[in-house]
């Protein structure tokens, strides 16, 4: 069944329909247009939004991307990204697949009807002029008949009139049979106009219009079949991007599953451990003797022996730190030639501060405490750190990653440097032995440049394995300190000592106040002075290198270690610019010497 069969006369119903198809096309164009516009606006919005909450920083910059949680956070907001993706390229397919195509087809369709419903209109008018030519051949026909009837009958009744003339009814007869005549001839006209008419007619009904209107049947199908295609565009560009959507889904899922609290607690360890031994036992101090006081409380005390106390009742403050120092003996005078002044003693340098009056004394620890004071800050994240090269300022573990890292990287860097110089060389000795293809002597250069460079990377490496081999021991000597302490039980109170150091309330200008330290692990004499001490720098686990002994030396003041003439000690400590070195003995025990007395050797 078709169009031109069984709607032969619908010629206006065909108009209205192919007009509504194609309407309808438009309409589902302009809705998939829209439609992409909404998925671009929702793939620009997700990536707004991932944009947002990812890290700002590098992930190599950012110590938070070694955590199991921001990772996997990082991945979903990867996953989103790429779910925006996809969002973005259904919006293109439909854009392109269906919105231009279709857009572009329904251009063609609606010329494509214009055709077709011209040609009708012009078969139309074809036919209708024809009809006009029939019924203006059937009126002619029909007016020239009534005419020679009545001219027949006027010739007759003057014919039979005996009043008539001859000559009026011959003239009646020659008009009867001209009017005669000309009614013939529009019946022959009509005749053939009708003939011609009914196979115009018959052409227009059962062979023109079909035609058309199978066209136009042909078109509207086709049309149908395409917006029955972009119905199915729409559904198949979602489903080209399932699967991977629902790759991006699974990796949320692994995501979520890779967050590993077990892990992201030994990354925080790693991360933030100092490798500082923990601080050992408070030692027991006995404030139950008989204190000697001086008349005056503005005054400093002064003991029987002659030694100046500046440590008043209550005012020791013994600092838990675990990087603390002990006290440092204060150097002695030196003469300009380096070596000690003669009034020195035979067994070494004297006390510090023997010899001097209380105020002297005052004034020289209120002067040495502002310098300690800085570094407290520092420990405290104060801006003003001074960043070394050998990451000195770091806790002892985060030195040791650091100069690793900076091992690893100068390691590459010198391989890399290796490798640059072996294809210089194959490329100088390709120009040697083919020489229009290049001169070997402008590869020497280069070549001189990577050389220099392979020997600065490689004192680079050396200088950063000392230091990460001191740094290692460092942490090792911490860690076993702190299990040894950890393992040894604590002991029990000690008694009073025989001669307890009497204080005073010290009132000077700078209003400082003093704390004493216990007595040093050597078991040398009672202090004879008491220091300030807030010096919270980190104190070394690991030998720094060698010395011996040049001179025999008795530790006799409060820090310092005995030592004998050639003896083998391990340097703990440089000279910092006061004259004094901290060493360690075989037999154990650490101290301080004067360095003029000691050969150095560091390793």
Known sequence: ????????????????????????????????????????AYAKQLRSLVKKYLPKRPAKDDPESKFSQQQSFVQILQEVNDFAGQRELVAENLSVRVCLELAKYSQEMKHERKMHFQEGRRAQQQLESGFKQLENSKRKFERDCREAEKAAQ???????????????????????????HMAEESKNEYAAQLQRFNRDQAHFYFSQMPQIFDKLQDMDERR???????????????????????????????????????????????????????????????????????????????????????????????KRWPFSKKNKPRPPPFSPLGGPLPSALPNGPPSPRSGLDPLAILSEISKSVKPRLASFRSLRGSRGTVVTEDFSHLPPEQQRKRLQQQLEERSRELQKEVDQREAL??????????????????????????????????LEVQKYEAWLAEAESRVLSNRGDSLGRHTRPPDPPASAPPDSSNSNNSRSQDNKESSEEP??????????????????????????????AIYHFE??????????????????????????????????????????YLRVTLN
């Open 425 to 458: 060389k194959k490329m100088k000795d390709v120009y040697e032995k083919t020489p229009q293809m290049g001169d070997p002597a402008s590869l020497e250069p280069r070549i001189t440049e990577t050389l220099n460079n392979i020997e600065r990377l490689k």
């Open 555 to 596: 530790g006799s003041s409060e820090g310092t270690i005995s030592m004998a003439e050639g003896e083998d000690l391990s340097l703990m400590e440089e000279d910092k610019g006061d004259g004094w070195t901290r060493v360690r003995r075989k037999q154990g025990g650490e101290g301080y010497v004067p360095t003029s």
């Open 1 to 40: 069944m078709d169009w031109g069969t069984e709607l032969w006369d619908q010629f206006e119903v065909l108009e209205r329909h192919t007009q509504w198809g194609l309407d309808l096309l438009d309409r589902y164009v302009k809705f998939v247009k829209e439609r992409t516009e909404v998925e671009q």
């Open 224 to 318: 149908a079949t395409h917006l029955g295609a972009g119905y199915g565009l729409l559904s198949e560009a979602e489903l080209q991007v399932v699967p991977i959507i629902a790759k991006c889904l699974e990796g949320m899922k692994v995501a979520a599953d890779a967050v590993d609290a077990k892990n992201d607690s030994q990354v925080l360890i790693e991360l933030h451990k100092s490798g500082f031994a923990r601080p050992g036992d408070v030692e027991f101090e006995d404030f139950s003797q008989p204190m000697n006081r001086v008349p005056s409380d503005s005054s400093l005390g002064t003991p029987s022996d002659g030694r100046p106390e500046l440590r008043g009742p209550g005012r020791s403050r013994a």
């Open 519 to 548: 007595l040093s692990e050597e078991g040398q004499d009672a202090p004879i002075y008491t220091e300030f001490d807030e010096d919270f720098e980190e104190e070394p686990a690991s030998p720094i290198g060698h010395c011996v």
């Open 154 to 180: 006027t010739a007759e009744r003057l014919d039979q009139d005996i009043n008539a003339t001859k000559a009026d009814v011959e003239k009646a007869k020659q008009q009867a049979h001209l009017r005669s």
